[in-house]
């Protein structure tokens, strides 16, 4: 394998992740100075506003005030996804996969920045037409990877040598 075009494809990675983790933060921050202790920010009236929430827990307020628990979580997801990122066969074919992953370090990385800088995760995506739970960008970047990660999975690697790069006997 080209060492030269894995060091490149990781550097790309790398550098897309920086960006979505950037402009999860600077969402978070928008969020912060023009909602917090504010009412919500109405854009489809009675369908979906923006709405300042400190999230201590995870999704649906599940495991409040365990912070640790969600940074070490983070920090194990960050691990392996770049360890089989980098493992990864460089191929078009692959490239799909390489989004998934970098989709998914972003949203871990940018809710890890806010537990470890806040103690909680900035949300204000509040879609209260069917009472959803608060979310944000990061969130976002996770359910997309998952979501396109299961559908590729599903759909689009579906042969027998797909993911033998991964040497799992």
Known sequence: MDNSKRIRSCFTGAVCSLILILADQLTKWLAVVNLKDKGPFIIIDGVFQLRYLENRGAAFGMLQNRQFIF??????????????????????????L???AVLLCSGAIGNMIDRLRL??????FYFNLIDFPIFNVADCYVVAACFFFVLLILFYYKE???FAWLNIT
């Open 71 to 96: 940074v070490a979580g983070a920090a194990v997801i960050f691990l392996i996804v770049v360890f089989l990122y980098a493992k990864m066969p460089q191929d078009k074919r692959y490239l799909p």
């Open 98 to 100: 390489r989004i998934c």
């Open 160 to 162: 027998d040598d797909d």
């Open 119 to 124: 103690d909680y995760v900035v949300d204000f």
